[in-house]
C-alpha cells in the first residue's frame, strides 16, 4: 500500500483529467463544509464504526450533498459503497490539508475504479514511495523504522537502537570514498541531521562481523551521480540515484519488491527503473551481490537474482537514450560477477546435481526480527534454562549457550527469507538443503540472458574490466555467448533430472542433503515456463496437471491446498501457502504462459488476479494489500495468518498506517508460556501492551506493479467488465475479448 491518495490542491478542488470526456451530469461539482459533510456521512453510512465505509457497513448506501443552503440545481446524491467510500476519502484528505470547504465533483466520485486505481498508483503512491541517499533525502531515506520502535513489557528488539547518539547512520563501502567524503560533508554542514558516517572493512564481510555492528544498524550506501543543477553554471553536484521502498517500516531497497514494482513503472517512472538498475549494479559491485535490502544486518543475504530481466526489460524502453547500452553493459557484467561469487560457489552450489540454494550467510537469529517472532523456537529453550523470551534469545546471540539445533533452525529460516517466500511450509525448516524450483529457473534465465545480451549487444565479446573480475580471471579476457549458452544446457539438464518430475507432471524442489525430490508443491513450478526451461510436452504436462492445483477463482495460490495441509497449532497457517496469492508469482506466470503459446489460459488468469484486485477495492474503501485470500472475493483481503495483512488496516483513506494484532500468547512479564507462537516473521513489534502488539504496516509495491502490469494487457471490453465488477465466468460466457 503507497502512502496516501492525492491530496487536494490549494483550491481543495477534486478534479479528474478525464472530466472533459464525460457526460454533463458528470461535470456537477458542489462546495461543502467538510467536518460536516464528513461527520454527517459516517454517522449515516459507518454503521459498524470502524472510520471506513464499506460492504460490512448496512447504512442506506444514499448519501445527499448540499443539504445546507446549496440551491436546489446543485445537489446531487452519492450512491453505493464505492462512491460513498470516495467522498469519505477526498472528504478526509481536505481535512488533513486543515480545509473548512471543499469542492466535490460527481466525476470524481463515479471515476471506474480501473482507472481510479491505477492513477493513484502512478501518480501518488509511487511518488510517495521514491527515495534517494544524498543531502536532500537522506533524512528521509536512512532511518531505519525497524530498530527506532521502541516496545514495552521488557521485550526488546533483536537489533538494539544505535547506542551512539546519532540517530541516522550510514555505512560506505571501501571502493566508494567520493561518497564517504560527500556523506561526512553533508555531516558536518547539518549537524541537526546527527548523520553517523561509517566505513565498511576492506576485504570480505563475514557472519561474524555483520553480528558485531548489529547495536550499530545503518543504511548502506547506494549509487550516486555528478548533475548539473538545471539552469546554473556551477561545479556538478553529488545526487543520489532514486530507488522505490515498500513504504512504513520497510524504508529501504528491497530487492525482488523493488523488481516486480518497477514492472509497472516502466511507462511513467522510467528514471526511477533505471535508478533501481543502478543501485543493484552498485550493491553487487560493493557488496557482491544484490542484498535483501540495504541495511547493515542485510549484509549476508541476498534475495531471488532477476537484474538481467529487468536491464533489459529497461533496455527496451530507453535503448534510444545515449547511456542505455552502458547500462546494459554494466548491469550484465555485474550480473555475471554475482552469478560466480554468490550464485554458484559454495556452499549455495551443490556440486553433484550441479544446482544452487538459498545459503545466506549470518549467526543467531535473524536480526530484523523481535524475539517474539521465534516464541514458539525458542520456547523449550526457556523452559530448560528457566529464562524469559528475551532472556533466551540475548545469551543465544551472544552465544553464550550453545544450541546446534537451534543453529540449524535459523540457518533455514535465513534461507527461507533469502527465497523471498517467509514463510511457507514447502521451505520452512528445510530450505538450506532444497535446490528450488524458482532459483534455479531464476539462474537458468540469467545464463541465457547473458548469452543472448553477449551475442546481440556486444557482438558476440564481451570484455570483464578490473571491477568486474572473478577470483583467478585476467582483467580485460573476453567472454562469449558460447560458454552461457553451454551452461544453460547444463542447467537444463539437471533441473530434468532432478526436479521434473514426470508421473505428475510438475517441477518439485530437490533435497540435496537426502538426494530426494519434496513433495511440496509450489506455483514457482510454472516459472519453468517464464525462463524456458520446459520443453513443449512438459508445458503441456504443467497446465493439465500442475496449474489446476493452483488456479483459484482470484488467481493462482502459493502452493496446493494439501502441501498447506491441515492448519492446526502445530501447523499454522503461513502467509506463503495456500490459499494466499502474491504479485511475483501472477506475473511471471502469465509470462510465462504467453511465451508457450497459452494465451488463454494467461488472460484467464491475468483478469481473475485484476478483478479481485478491483473488487476489493472497490468495496473496501480502496484497499490494496500485499496478499489475498484467492479461494474468495468477498473477503479476499482479509488475511489472518503470521502477522496479517499490509494494507488492510487504517480510517478514512488507504495510508501508511499500523496493524493491530492480538498477542495473548505472552505474559505480561515477558515469560514464554505453553502456546506462544509466531506472531509475526520479516516484521517487529513496537507496542507490547495488554496482550496488544502495534506493528506498522508495509506499502503493497508488489501489488501495484502487479497492477499496472496487467491492466496494460486488457483490452478496453476487458478493463470496463472489471470496472463494472464482471467476474471471469461471466465475462467468458459472453465471449468477452481479453487481449489490449
Not at 362 to 390: I, N, W
Not at 505 to 528: F, H, K, M, P
Not at 602 to 612: E, I, P, T, V
Request: aromatic share 10%; charged share 25%.
Amino acid at each position: 500500500m503507497a502512502s496516501a491518495l492525492p491530496i487536494a490542491d490549494k483550491d481543495s478542488t477534486f478534479t479528474d483529467s478525464r472530466d472533459k470526456d464525460k457526460s454533463k451530469s458528470n461535470h456537477e461539482s458542489i462546495s461543502v463544509d467538510v467536518d460536516t459533510t464528513m461527520r454527517d456521512l459516517l454517522a449515516r453510512e459507518d454503521t459498524d464504526g470502524d472510520c471506513l465505509i464499506t460492504i460490512d457497513d448496512r447504512g442506506p448506501k444514499n448519501f445527499p450533498l448540499g443539504r445546507y443552503g446549496t440551491p436546489e440545481k446543485s445537489k446531487f446524491d452519492v450512491q453505493g459503497v464505492y462512491q460513498l467510500s470516495n467522498l469519505l476519502q477526498e472528504l478526509f484528505l481536505a481535512q488533513q490539508q486543515g480545509r473548512a470547504t471543499a469542492t466535490v465533483k460527481r466525476a470524481q466520485l463515479e471515476e471506474d475504479p480501473v482507472h481510479r486505481l491505477s492513477r493513484l498508483i502512478t501518480t501518488t503512491w509511487w511518488d510517495n514511495l521514491t527515495r534517494r541517499l544524498d543531502a536532500d533525502g537522506i533524512d528521509r531515506a536512512a532511518p531505519d523504522n525497524l530498530t527506532q520502535r521502541r516496545d514495552a513489557d521488557g521485550i526488546k528488539p533483536t537489533v538494539s537502537t544505535p547506542k551512539s547518539k546519532s540517530s541516522l547512520r550510514i555505512y560506505v563501502p571501501p571502493g566508494a570514498p567520493e561518497q564517504f567524503a560527500y556523506y561526512s560533508t553533508v555531516a558536518k554542514d547539518r549537524p541537526a541531521m546527527d548523520l553517523d558516517v561509517q566505513w565498511l572493512p576492506d576485504g570480505e564481510i563475514t557472519a561474524d562481523f555483520i553480528k558485531s555492528i548489529n547495536d550499530k544498524p545503518g543504511i548502506l550506501a547506494l549509487d550516486m551521480e555528478a548533475v548539473q543543477p538545471q539552469g546554473q553554471s556551477v561545479t556538478k553536484q553529488m545526487k543520489g540515484v532514486p530507488f522505490i521502498v515498500p513504504g512504513d517500516q520497510f524504508n529501504e531497497l528491497y530487492n525482488w519488491d523493488a523488481c516486480f514494482c518497477a514492472l509497472g513503472m516502466l511507462d511513467n517512472h522510467l528514471a526511477v527503473v533505471k535508478g533501481i538498475v543502478k543501485n543493484f549494479i552498485f550493491e553487487i559491485k560493493h557488496y557482491g551481490k544484490i542484498l535483501n535490502a540495504n541495511r547493515s544486518y542485510y549484509l549476508g543475504r541476498a534475495q531471488p537474482p532477476l537484474l538481467t530481466w529487468l536491464a533489459l526489460k529497461t533496455f527496451h524502453r530507453t535503448k534510444h537514450e545515449p547511456d542505455a547500452l552502458g547500462i546494459l553493459k554494466a548491469a550484465i557484467l555485474a550480473a555475471r560477477k554475482e552469478y560466480h561469487s554468490w550464485w554458484t560457489s559454495m556452499p549455495r552450489l551443490d556440486a553433484e546435481s550441479g544446482l544452487s540454494r538459498y545459503r545466506p550467510i549470518g549467526k543467531g537469529s535473524p536480526p530484523e526480527c523481535r524475539p517474539v517472532v521465534f516464541a514458539h523456537v525458542f520456547m523449550p529453550y526457556g523452559k530448560k534454562y528457566d529464562m524469559t523470551l528475551q532472556e533466551v534469545s540475548d545469551v543465544y546471540n551472544k552465544g553464550s549457550i550453545s544450541e546446534p539445533d537451534l543453529d540449524i533452525f535459523f540457518d533455514h529460516d535465513r534461507a527461507v527469507r533469502e527465497s523471498g517466500h517467509d514463510t511457507s511450509n514447502r521451505v520452512e525448516g528445510v530450505c538450506a538443503d532444497l535446490a528450488t524450483v524458482d532459483l534455479n529457473c531464476l539462474l537458468f534465465q540469467i545464463e541465457n540472458d547473458i548469452a543472448s545480451t553477449i551475442h546481440t549487444h556486444f557482438n558476440d565479446g564481451l570484455a570483464i574490466p578490473e571491477n568486474y573480475v572473478i577470483p583467478g580471471e585476467k582483467v580485460d579476457t573476453v567472454e562469449t555467448s558460447r560458454l552461457w549458452r553451454e551452461r544453460a544446457e547444463k542447467r537444463k539438464a539437471s533441473i530434468d533430472k532432478y526436479l521434473w518430475n514426470e508421473q505428475k507432471g510438475i517441477y518439485l524442489d530437490y533435497n540435496t542433503v537426502t538426494r530426494q525430490q519434496s513433495t511440496a508443491e509450489s506455483v514457482t513450478c510454472l516459472w519453468s515456463l517464464w525462463c524456458g526451461a520446459a520443453n513443449k510436452s512438459q508445458a503441456e504436462r504443467l497446465v493439465e496437471h500442475a496449474l489446476p492445483k493452483f488456479e483459484c477463482i482470484g488467481g493462482l495460490s502459493s502452493t496446493s491446498e494439501s502441501t498447506r495441509g491441515t492448519v492446526t497449532e502445530e501447523n499454522p497457517q503461513k502467509q506463503w501457502d495456500y490459499p494466499y496469492g502474491w504479485a511475483p508469482h501472477q506475473v511471471l506466470a502469465w509470462d510465462g504462459l504467453r511465451s508457450y503459446g497459452f494465451h488463454n489460459e494467461a488472460d484467464r488468469l491475468a483478469y481473475r488476479w485484476l478483478h479481485m484486485m478491483t473488487e476489493t477495492f472497490r468495496n473496501w474503501n480502496g484497499t490494496v494489500v500485499e496478499k489475498y485470500d484467492v479461494t474468495q472475493l468477498e473477503r479476499s483481503h482479509s488475511v489472518d495468518a503470521e502477522y496479517g495483512n499490509q494494507g488492510r488496516n487504517f480510517k478514512y483513506a488507504p495510508q501508511e498506517g499500523c496493524v493491530i494484532a492480538r498477542m495473548n500468547k505472552i505474559s505480561k512479564k515477558g515469560r514464554l508460556t505453553e502456546n506462544a507462537v509466531s506472531v509475526g516473521r520479516t516484521l517487529g513489534l513496537s507496542k507490547c501492551s495488554k496482550g496488544t502488539v502495534l506493528v506498522q504496516s508495509k506499502a503493497n509495491t508488489l501489488q501495484n506493479g502487479s497492477y499496472i502490469y496487467g491492466i496494460s494487457s486488457m483490452g478496453e471490453e476487458a478493463k470496463k467488465a472489471l470496472a463494472d465488477g464482471v467476474s471471469w465466468e461471466d465475462f467468458s460466457k459472453r465471449g468477452g475479448t481479453v487481449p489490449a
